[in-house]
T-cell receptor, first 111, second 115 residues
Framework: QQQVKQSPQSLIVQKGGISIINCAYENTAFDYFPWYQQFPGKGPALLIAIRPDVSEKKEGRFTISFNKSAKQFSLHIMDSQPGDSATYFCAAIAGRRALTFGSGTRLQVQP | DSGVTQTPKHLITATGQRVTLRCSPRSGDLSVYWYQQSLDQGLQFLIQYYNGEERAKGNILERFSAQQFPDLHSELNLSSLELGDSALYFC??????????????FGPGTRLTVL
């Protein structure tokens, strides 16, 4: 019940395209859904996050869409750039607990 | 830069040995989390401390232990090391204030290689 399922495992997008990564969860106690971006050799960096009472949150080129009834959320990267090439992790938290991570998506943006 | 520091950056040791990883949280953050990242298991939660006290345990082996000191830095101790313990170890800190959600900020990690 603690699992967060993430897809796809890898994604190749052309520069200027839209990258979409999907996640699904089961535990209805989750109340905070962050996305992390990780470059090789670096720690995960908090990118954007959403609460379940909001259906969409946008920060620059990054948008989270949240569907509470379906227990799904997704990250959209608009106008994808080669510098966005990284591994993206969705995560979920219940209260003050630890993060439950998805398995990660390796994004490659081709110039 | 998240403000979370970890030392050492790299650690190479042999099976059966013991190592200590160190983490300093962001200024003002009371909570520290330890995570392990391996190729086959992904990012997994090990243990959480809040203001010096253990708060929660995840998939932490009995050979592993941690503590948080009065100055809020934390140490993760790994003993009787096995080849399978080779991984990246991250710590994250959070203010855990009542007015904010549980945002966690990660350090740069320690890469442990057990030979």
């Amino acid at each position: 019940q603690q699992q967060v399922k993430q897809s796809p495992q890898s994604l190749i997008v052309q520069k200027g395209g839209i990258s979409i990564i999907n996640c699904a969860y089961e535990n209805t106690a989750f109340d905070y859904f962050p996305w992390y971006q990780q470059f090789p050799g670096k720690g995960p960096a908090l990118l954007i996050a959403i609460r379940p009472d909001v259906s969409e949150k946008k920060e620059g080129r990054f948008t989270i869409s949240f569907n509470k009834s379906a227990k799904q959320f997704s990250l959209h990267i608009m106008d994808s750039q080669p510098g966005d090439s990284a591994t993206y992790f969705c995560a979920a938290i219940a209260g003050r607990r630890a993060l439950t991570f998805g398995s990660g998506t390796r994004l490659q943006v081709q110039p | 830069d998240s403000g979370v520091t970890q030392t050492p950056k790299h650690l190479i040791t042999a099976t059966g040995q013991r190592v200590t990883l160190r983490c300093s949280p962001r200024s003002g953050d009371l909570s520290v989390y330890w995570y392990q990242q391996s190729l086959d298991q992904g990012l997994q939660f090990l243990i959480q401390y809040y203001n010096g006290e253990e708060r929660a345990k995840g998939n932490i082996l009995e050979r592993f232990s941690a503590q948080q000191f009065p100055d809020l830095h934390s140490e993760l101790n790994l003993s009787s090391l096995e080849l399978g313990d080779s991984a990246l170890y991250f710590c994250a800190s959070s203010p855990l204030s009542s007015s904010s959600y549980n945002e966690q900020f990660f350090g740069p990690g320690t890469r442990l290689t057990v030979l």
